[in-house]
């Protein structure tokens, strides 16, 4: 299976014509943060492949359609949407869902830093990971596994982090790739600069990939 992964910037080998021919052979897509739902619906439209995508902190106009503590802030157009689903995109913060065989969680935000909106402290992403924990207990009871991929707009605590406090990572979610072992952990928020820039780290057995711009991973289904 492969998976085309997307984060922080519209990447024009992404946003172009021949998006067809270069991604031809791909079966899923995952958004890790910080991209406009148009740019989600172009990709899905392109493609016509299933794409699961979290918030970051920043291209929030549409946040308070999934998440209602924010529609006091923003008034997205609802009009024909269901709960998660908006431009042929699904999202998945907070949730743990199954697409194309796969298990797949989310959590969108990043460390707080200036108040803002979808920021967290290390307590509050603490409460967010713990929330899916039961769903991930019963994927291991029905389906033999605990997940597959975990989709975060920021990093792992240690890896791939900032220097400055709104690019660090979270600890809680060490933790989670220790405890339930998924195979892709997928973030966003850190930009990569160069190609001599390190995309992909392992911790425990886990593959923690970086998907700024985007990214093309094989994933082999077990």
């Known amino acids: 299976m492969k998976i085309l992964c997307v984060a922080d910037t519209q990447d024009p080998l992404v946003y172009s014509n021949s998006i067809k021919q270069r991604f031809s052979d791909i079966d899923i897509i995952l958004g890790a ?28 106009n549409d946040l308070s359609i999934y998440k209602r503590e924010y529609q006091n802030h923003f008034q997205g157009d609802l009009h024909g949407c269901n709960e998660y689903e908006r431009c042929g995109a699904i999202f998945t913060g907070g949730r ?27 307590f509050g992403m603490w409460l967010a990971v713990l929330k899916l924990v039961p769903r991930l207990l019963w994927n291991r009871l029905v389906r033999g596994r605990f997940l597959d991929v975990m989709l975060t707009h920021a990093p792992p ?61 094989d994933f082999e289904e077990t």
């Open 96 to 122: 743990v869902v199954k697409v194309n065989r796969l298990l797949i969680a989310g959590l969108g935000g990043c460390m707080r830093y200036n108040d803002g909106l979808n920021q967290y402290t290390d």
């Open 33 to 60: 943060g910080d991209l406009p739902l148009d740019y989600y619906g172009f990709i899905v439209s392109s493609l016509n492949k299933p794409l699961l995508f979290i918030f970051g902190n920043h291209n929030l």
């Open 157 to 217: 605590r240690g890896i791939h982090e900032g220097d400055d406090r709104c690019h660090r990572g979270f600890a809680s979610f060490l933790w989670l790739i220790k405890t339930f072992k998924p195979k892709l952990f997928i973030h966003g928020h850190t930009h990569l600069y160069s190609n001599t820039e390190s995309r992909e780290s392992l911790c425990y057995s886990t593959r923690v990939i970086n998907a700024y711009s985007h990214v093309v991973l």
